[in-house]
């Protein structure tokens, strides 16, 4: 087993990204040498892990942690640090600031929220059929809707959208901002979010914030008032960036998949199980970051990774793993055994799984029944996409019907 100073570090990633294709260096990997040493473009050396198994044990075993890189040079994608809060945290921190939101993101609470997201849904398709082909799905679409639908639950004026889907990019952002300008989003979405908190306080509502605000200020030596601003921006950003950027991925890629487009229009029922398939096959990140710190000397792919040594785990490759998967590198929307870790694994699994799992299902799901005839509108070579964030996306969808 060679010692780590013999091992040479090959940069990360290994190639700029290309639409939503996945790196075949990844496949190779993961036959030859599913534990690599890497450098990001910034911070220290660091373990990539490809195989499926390897990323669970990354992410799911208390031995790796995500605490230990508080005051590391981590290795990361962004000239900056990366922002502590919630996701820096390992139990029973972690745990504390997590269930002070879990409620509200439970499958039944979600359920709950699903005949308003449809409601949402087709006011945003009639509205698209008013104004006529062809129509920018991310701007008419895909954005609105799981802003609308987070800002409802957590409490924030929809009206001040174009403030704070700006400011998120932060959270999002490589190259695409400079580092200056990245805190200043930042600063003015802690701030935005720090008046909202203060609002709450003179008058109380219904809704995620207050709720926070509420067990704050019932016990203040459980939660400090950065922790709920924090938080609560987090959910903000979080809560829509992610489904922003993966609903027209998804639409992209159905729409690149004639016959896997026409099995799921033959029977709308089939959108959760094409849900599945769909988070599973497309690389929603640009490379892997947020590294795990091994706490202890423990064995990964083969190779021993040392105490204080840290490793990230691929999901886009684990989700490709050809001992898994049967076929990976195909679209299957009526793939029956699907056990990706699209939303991740372990004690960092997506809060907000639930959410984004329905919002998928019903903005796919009514682009399927209300617009049988949608296509994209340009050829494929001018789509325009997303560059300089840590996720890959279309920046303008044109479609007509």
Not at 11 to 32: G, M, V, W
Not at 163 to 181: D, G, K, M, N, Q
Not at 184 to 191: I, K, Q, S, V
Not at 324 to 351: K, M, Q, S, W, Y
Request: with cysteine; glycine share 6%; hydrophobic share 40%.
């Amino acid at each position: 087993m060679p010692d780590v100073a013999e091992v040479t570090a090959q940069p990360y990633p290994f190639s700029p990204p290309d639409r939503l294709h996945l790196d075949p260096r990844y496949a190779e990997l993961r036959r030859t040498e599913p534990l690599i040493r890497v450098r990001l473009p910034f911070g220290e050396e660091a373990w990539l892990a490809t195989r499926h198994t390897d990323v669970r044990t990354v992410l799911g075993d208390a031995r790796f942690s995500r605490a230990a890189s508080v005051g590391r040079d981590e290795p990361r994608l962004t000239p900056r640090q990366i922002e502590g809060g919630i996701l820096s945290m390992d139990p029973p921190e972690h745990t504390r600031l997590r269930r002070l939101v879990a409620k509200a993101f439970t499958a039944r609470r979600v359920e709950q929220l699903r005949p308003r997201t449809r409601q949402i849904a087709d006011e945003l398709i009639d509205a698209m059929v008013v104004g006529g082909p062809p129509a920018d799905l991310v701007e008419h679409f895909a954005t609105p809707l799981p802003i609308q639908v987070i800002c409802e639950l957590l409490g924030v004026p929809f009206a001040d959208r174009h403030l704070f889907h700006v400011w998120s990019e932060a959270i999002v952002s490589t190259t695409s901002l400079p580092p200056e300008r990245i805190q200043e989003y930042l600063d003015n979405l802690y701030a935005y979010i720090g008046e909202l908190v203060q609002q709450r306080r003179r008058a109380p509502t219904d809704d995620l914030i207050c709720a926070m605000v509420r067990a704050r200020d019932e016990d203040q030596d459980r939660f400090t008032e950065q922790e709920i601003v924090q938080l609560a921006a987090g959910l903000l950003a979080a809560g829509h960036e992610t489904t922003v950027t993966q609903l027209p991925n998804f639409a992209y890629v159905l729409l690149t998949h004639s016959e896997q487009m026409a099995w799921l229009r033959a029977d709308p029922a089939r959108v959760p199980t094409a849900i599945e398939e769909l988070m599973r096959y497309v690389p929603l990140g640009v490379a892997s970051s947020f590294a795990r710190y091994a706490t202890e000397d423990i064995e990964v792919g083969g190779v021993l990774v040392r105490a204080g040594e840290p490793v990230i785990g691929s999901i886009s490759s684990a989700n490709r793993d050809e001992t898994v998967f049967a076929d990976p590198d195909r679209l299957d929307l009526g793939r029956e055994t699907n056990p990706h870790i699209g939303f991740g694994h372990g004690v960092h699994h997506c809060l907000g799984a639930q959410l984004a799992r329905m919002e998928l299902q019903v903005g796919i799901g009514t682009l399927v029944a209300r617009l049988p005839e949608l296509r994209i509108a340009v050829p494929e070579p001018e789509l325009t996409w997303k560059s300089g964030m840590i996720v890959r996306g279309l920046a303008r969808m044109p479609v007509a019907w």
